[in-house]
């Protein structure tokens, strides 16, 4: 559904981010960035059959390698996650979590120490309820030692998932007590909770997958930079395109979501299929993003002022104009009651950094 609809979850992203971000302890400062298996690798469990799919140790230490060769670790890509499904049908005797012994033959510790060895960081999973999502053992009476079990395999991350919780209560009780739980173990462990009653968890980037168009491509990176997303991928670093790769390393969109003035953006202006959002960046800057919602047709123009950025205070008196995407240009220089007109594809996104001088 994600990825036949990409104009419309785009929305649900901005309040998906507060949740990565809540706690001022040092941690996730800036949006996180890395990758998840989950949209791409859903539940493989089959390693015998589908060897290349399958949730295992393999597929992670591929995409480990992957993340360091090949710039995903330089442009901030850091975190390599593991979703649902790398379980063990059951605990162990002393009731502790453990990975399915056939898929990680090496246990987490293993993969964790791999992983830091090529300068990344792991991230777990595992939900508040009885069970996961998947159906596989959930942290229910077990927060404490989880949380402990997770800090002493050298975990850096864990995605917390709502599924499986018999009230909202025991839901805002449970993430409660497992934020505390990672704070007690003393390791620097970011949280990252899922709100499943409120947002479909579809917070990855699939750039690099079969459901996106270019354009669309170009909107998920552009939205996700201007609304401080975090910038976790799902698409499997084996077979991506080059233009895939260079969308999700480009340096000027990256350098927009994780901007150090950490303000998120918002829409401030929606004509027809039309959608204008800006977003305040430090060194008296701005993304703008012209999204074109319409998804037929070809190119249309989209004209608006350039007093309706920052309030008027965008462009007094001038600001010069670059275009980060689609293609990167420079635009020139504009004088604050100056007109953009912008042409934008169906589906697509132009992304515009705009800098007072
Ligand atoms: C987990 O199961 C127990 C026993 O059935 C129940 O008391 C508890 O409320 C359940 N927890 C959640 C979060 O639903
Ligand atoms: C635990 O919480 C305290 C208070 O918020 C914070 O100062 C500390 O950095 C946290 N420790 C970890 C390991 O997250
Ligand atoms: C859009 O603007 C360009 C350049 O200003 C112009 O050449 C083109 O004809 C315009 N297209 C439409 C559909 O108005």
Not at 186 to 200: D, H, K, M
């Amino acid at each position: 559904m994600a990825m036949a609809m990409p104009l419309r979850w785009v929305a649900v992203v901005a309040a998906a981010v507060a949740a990565a971000m809540a706690l001022d302890n040092g941690l996730a400062r800036t949006p996180p960035m890395g990758w998840l298996h989950w949209e791409r690798f859903l539940c493989a469990t089959d390693c015998r059959g589908d060897p290349r799919r399958c949730v295992s140790e393999q597929l992670f230490v591929e995409m480990a390698d992957r993340m360091a060769a090949e710039g995903w670790r330089d442009a901030g890509y850091e975190f390599l996650c593991i979703d649902d499904c790398w379980m063990a049908p059951t605990r162990d005797e002393r009731g502790r979590l453990r990975a399915d012994p056939e898929r990680f033959p090496g246990g987490i510790r293993r993969l964790a120490d791999y992983v830091h060895s090529k300068g990344l960081k792991l991230g777990i999973y595992s939900d508040v309820g009885n069970r996961t999502c998947a159906g596989f053992p959930g942290s229910y009476d077990h927060y404490d030692l989880d949380a402990q079990t997770f800090a002493s395999w050298g975990v850096d991350l864990l995605k917390f998932d709502g599924c499986n919780c018999g009230s909202l209560e025991l839901l805002a009780e449970g993430y409660r007590r497992m934020s505390l739980a990672l704070n007690k173990t003393g390791r620097s462990i970011v949280y990252a909770c899922e709100w499943p009653f409120y947002l479909r968890p579809v917070q990855q980037l699939v750039i690099g997958n079969f459901g996106l168009s270019w354009d669309q491509s170009v909107t998920q990176m552009a939205m996700w930079a201007i609304m401080a997303a975090p910038l976790f991928m799902s698409n499997d670093l084996r077979h991506i395109s080059p233009e895939a790769k260079c969308l999700l390393q480009n340096k000027e969109v990256i350098a927009i979501n994780q901007d150090p003035l950490g303000k998120q953006g918002y829409q401030i202006l929606k004509d027809k299929n039309f959608e204008l959002w800006e977003r305040p960046l430090s060194g008296q800057a701005y993304a703008v993003a012209v999204l074109n919602q319409q998804e037929i047709g070809g190119p249309q123009n989209f004209t608006f002022s350039l007093t309706f950025l920052g309030s008027g205070l965008a462009c007094n008196p001038a600001c010069s104009v670059r275009q980060v995407l689609p293609a990167s240009r420079d635009w020139g220089v504009y004088s604050w009651i100056s007109s953009l007109s912008v042409g934008v594809n169906p589906t697509g996104t132009v992304l515009l950094k705009v800098m007072a001088l």
